[in-house]
């Protein structure tokens, strides 16, 4: 997981085919804006002879290019994505986005036929997750606005290998898998989304606008009007109870779990 606290945009003159070209670049540091600017620098350099060479850009682990709201840890951060929500970010648990189920004739017949589709994406993710040992056996499962989130105790890197196709089987967002991926770690969402809960929405382009007066009045509205939702509903525990955690705490705490409120 890789994650900034100073953020620069500057833009620099590169040569493209002999020709002068303006570029604008986003670049963060651990250290300091000073340091974020070196690092635009480099940047503005490499991409320069990447053109030149024709070279094909570098595959490695992509910066979470949002705001670092708190450093809890070394494992876990919280981010504020681009529509102004308090993200986790964590290399401590799995954290599975389940929206839908794989269809299967039989689900026309007998008890699944009754079920609602949030109660067969539970039953069919109990069925299927002890096909896989790397998973663990210890799970926390929390209904969402549209689908199910589900926190296992046992960290699963999602670089490694047959990730994909883990994920894949257990029918987790395809779009959350990629992310995962490339950001490697997971994420979820601990306040409303804010279309949900009546209130102005606002666009965040890049960390830095959340530097801005206009974001923190936002912000500050956006929080009291949070307070009447929860994100999440604990649904059950699989395994041993992990609940006790800081992590999930803070979870569960920032989500409104225990306020059983209207989900957003």
């Not at 480099?42 to 990447?50: G, H, L, T, V």
């Not at 990629?178 to 490697?184: G, I, T």
Request: hydrophobic share 30%; proline share 2%.
């Amino acid at each position: 997981m890789k994650y900034f606290r100073y953020w620069v945009k500057e833009s620099f003159q590169i040569h493209v085919n002999g020709k002068l070209q303006e570029i604008s670049i986003l670049s963060g540091s651990n250290e300091s804006r000073e340091d974020a600017h070196k690092e635009a620098e480099a940047k503005a350099r490499k991409i320069e002879e990447r053109i030149k060479n024709r070279s094909v850009k570098e595959d490695y682990e992509v910066a979470i290019k949002e705001h670092v709201h708190e450093i809890i840890n070394d494992s876990n951060i919280i981010s504020i994505c681009r529509y102004g929500a308090k993200i986790l970010n964590t290399t401590q648990y799995t954290i599975l986005d389940l929206d839908d189920y794989r269809f299967e004739f039989f689900d026309l017949f007998g008890r699944l036929r009754k079920m609602s589709k949030k109660e067969r994406i539970v039953y069919k993710f109990e069925r299927d997750v002890s096909k896989f040992s790397k998973l663990g056996k210890d799970f926390r499962i929390y209904e969402t606005t549209k689908g199910i989130r589900v926190i296992g105790k046992q960290y699963v890197v999602p670089s490694g290998k047959e990730y994909t196709s883990m994920m894949r089987r257990l029918f987790v967002d395809w779009v959350y898998i990629e992310l995962s991926k490339k950001q490697n770690c997971y994420r979820a969402r601990l306040t409303p989304k804010p279309y949900r809960i009546k209130t102005d929405t606002i666009k965040i382009r890049s960390p830095l606008d959340c530097e801005s007066s206009n974001y923190h009045d936002w912000a500050e509205k956006y929080e009291a009007a949070s307070q009447k939702y929860s994100v999440v509903k604990l649904l059950k525990t699989i395994g041993r109870d992990f609940s006790h955690e800081a992590i999930i705490k803070l979870h569960d705490q920032t989500c409104n779990e225990s306020m059983h409120g209207r989900l957003a």
